[in-house]
T-cell receptor
């Protein structure tokens, strides 16, 4: 059990456009979902924490208007990168947890902004 | 000073070797300790989860926590080429359901056939 999926697995977009990434817990209800960003050969940097039905809590230095997070159900959270720029190119990973399960991670989404 | 320190490696060992991976931490509030394995361009996969001090064994993997020294270890016995990955330690002050994790930098391991 405890499977988390992400879609898309990779996306290429033009500078100035917006991109939405979905994170789903497939076999459990996730009360909390986390969004991370990872640069090559570096560890995971927590961007925000979202609880179902409430606003996300963003880490210091993360622009909430640029990285829009919605956690509209117990199995789905979305991250929208608005007006993407090349410096937003990165590997974005979500994780999900519940009262029963520890954090389980999705496979990640590689975003390339041209 | 980082809350969690982990030697990034890279670490290269021959197949069959015993691998020792370690993390130190400074926050005495950490109670829950995890090891994740991350293959290139994939999400981290939970390997071991321990609470407080002690040992936990799962197949070829053994996790050790020494809270008095603020030191955690992951041992891999009879290492295989398929163990080649980046290993991340992570820890939390509260039960991880809903709690943020603090990660080490990750240690890149290569097991050579």
């Amino acid at each position: 059990g405890a499977v988390v999926s992400q879609h898309p697995s990779r996306v290429i977009c033009k500078s100035g456009t917006s991109v939405k990434i979905e994170c789903r817990s497939l076999d459990f209800q996730a009360t909390t979902m986390f969004w991370y960003r990872q640069f090559p050969k570096q560890s995971l940097m927590l961007m925000a924490t979202s609880n179902e039905g409430s606003k996300a809590t963003y880490e210091q230095g993360v622009e909430k208007d640029k990285f829009l997070i919605n956690h509209t159900s117990l199995t789905l959270s979305t991250l929208t990168v608005t007006s993407a720029h090349p410096e937003d190119s990165s590997f974005y990973i979500c994780s999900a947890s519940s009262l029963v399960y520890e954090q389980y991670f999705g496979p990640g989404t590689r975003l390339t902004v041209t | 000073q980082k809350e969690v320190e982990q030697d990034p490696g890279p670490l290269s060992v021959p197949e069959g070797a015993i691998v020792s991976l370690n993390c130190t931490y400074s926050n005495s509030a950490f109670q829950y300790f995890m090891w994740y394995r991350q293959y290139s361009r994939k999400g981290p996969e939970l390997l071991m989860y321990t609470y407080s001090s002690g040992n936990k064994e799962d197949g070829r993997f053994t996790a050790q926590v020494d809270k008095s020294s603020k030191y955690i270890s992951l041992f891999i016995r009879d290492s295989q080429p398929s163990d080649s990955a980046t290993y991340l330690c992570a820890m939390s002050a509260r039960e991880t359901s809903g709690s943020r994790l603090t990660f080490g930098e990750g240690t890149q391991l290569t097991v050579n056939p």
